[in-house]
């Protein structure tokens, strides 16, 4: 049985493990972190939203957003309420129960916030997905190592013939690299998230997909202030920024995308000033919420912010799966077929007509 090697074991990884066991592959899955989504958790909104700009996009959003509703456990339809940006909400085909309406929300205070509403979409349970697909992957017998990372090491051919499964030392002190002979019919995956692009440079294969970072804040009424039971998540497109309930508390972003590189998760002061600014000027009722947890965390997107999805047109074992941008969780359950459909038809010249996603967009 052909072996699929995943880099990677975020919402990415796991996905493309689940899709590349039912292509009937071999699945092994490598990541240098301590557990499953170490980079997702607590980092990340975990909205689901069913709608974008990109009509490519949308449409995973959605089968992703349909499937969330099969399990209840991973997700709460609380409704998103949007200012959008671009007319995207009414120039898409509606799918049932997914239908954008005009709406609004009445703060405590008095304020009317006013835009499209989306009642089916909400909050993902980024912990409960974690273990969703974990679970899902040891019940198909996929294996997965953490404290490895992998490293593409020959190319022979157009194929990659050596990688090398390197221990991080921190953690694994007594394990030594192991060099892994790759045949043609194996894959490697490369699900890195904001790693991806070095990944793919190892195997000579450059796709810009670029680390952006952005702060998440967790922050908590004062003393006397109850967050309304039946607040949605409120995005403002147009003044960029959102927050969402979180039990007591909200999570909110200032909607900041500052290119940078693949490590760097340290938030960065000034972001928090101008979180407050953005409450005091558009929704007042937030503005004396005080910061509990600051958040930085990265979205790895390439430059048309789509994912990159399918075999590398140089380097013909090697699968791309990266570049899931600010919607990772929503997409995560709708790209599992999308992964399958991809796999199944084998490495071949492709366009953007037979696949939106596909990384020869870039060559
Ligand atoms: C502030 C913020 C808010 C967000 N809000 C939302 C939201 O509301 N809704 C939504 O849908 N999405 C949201 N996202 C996006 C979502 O978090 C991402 O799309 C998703 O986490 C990307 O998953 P991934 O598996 O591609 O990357 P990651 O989770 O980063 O996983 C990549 C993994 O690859 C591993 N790795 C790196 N190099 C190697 C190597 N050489 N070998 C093996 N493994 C390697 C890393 O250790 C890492 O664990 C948000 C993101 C941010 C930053």
Avoid at 45 to 63: G, H, K, M, Q
Avoid at 155 to 163: D, F, N, P, V
Avoid at 269 to 297: G, Q, S, V, Y
């Amino acid at each position: 049985m052909p072996k699929a090697i995943i880099a990677g074991c975020g919402v990415a990884g796991l996905t493309a493990a689940l899709a590349a066991r039912q292509a009937g592959y071999q699945v092994v899955v490598f990541d240098p972190a301590p557990h499953a989504c170490y980079y997702t958790s607590s980092r990340n909104a975990a909205i689901a939203r069913s709608y974008e700009a990109d009509p490519a996009l949308s449409r995973v959003a959605r089968t992703g957003v349909i499937t969330l509703q099969q399990y209840p456990a991973l997700y709460q339809p609380c409704g998103l309420l949007i200012r959008p940006l671009e007319r995207d909400y009414n120039n898409q085909p509606t799918i049932t129960g997914l239908e954008p309406q005009p709406g609004s929300y009445r703060l405590p205070d008095g304020q009317v916030f006013s835009g499209e509403f989306v009642a089916q979409n909400g909050i993902i349970g980024i912990a409960e997905l974690t273990r969703h697909l974990v679970g899902e992957c040891q019940r198909q017998g996929i294996t997965l190592h953490f404290g490895h990372r992998v490293h593409i090491q020959n190319i022979r051919g157009g194929y990659i013939c050596q990688i090398a499964i390197e221990p991080v030392q921190e953690f694994l002190n007594n394990h030594s690299t192991i060099a892994m002979e790759i045949h043609n019919s194996d894959l490697i995956i490369n699900a890195a998230g904001s790693w991806a692009r070095e990944l793919g440079q190892q195997a000579g294969s450059d796709i810009p997909i670029i680390p952006h970072k952005r702060h998440l804040y967790r922050m908590l009424p004062p003393a006397g202030k109850k967050l309304p039971a039946d607040l949605p998540v409120l995005w403002d497109e147009q003044n960029d920024f959102y927050l969402r309930p979180d039990r007591e508390a909200i999570l909110a972003t200032p909607g900041d995308q500052t290119p940078t590189t693949a490590a760097d998760y340290t938030p960065d002061e000034k972001m928090a000033h101008t979180m407050r600014a953005i409450f005091r000027h558009h929704l007042p009722w937030f503005a004396d919420f005080t910061i509990e947890t600051a958040h930085a965390c990265l979205r790895s997107f390439p430059r048309d912010n789509r994912p990159v999805l399918g075999f590398d047109p140089k380097v013909q074992n090697l699968f791309w799966n990266a570049g899931w941008g600010g919607h990772g969780m929503t997409i995560a359950l709708g790209m599992i077929a999308e992964i399958s459909e991809t796999l199944s038809q084998g490495f071949r010249r492709e366009t953007e007509l037979d696949n939106p996603f596909t990384p020869a967009r870039f060559f």
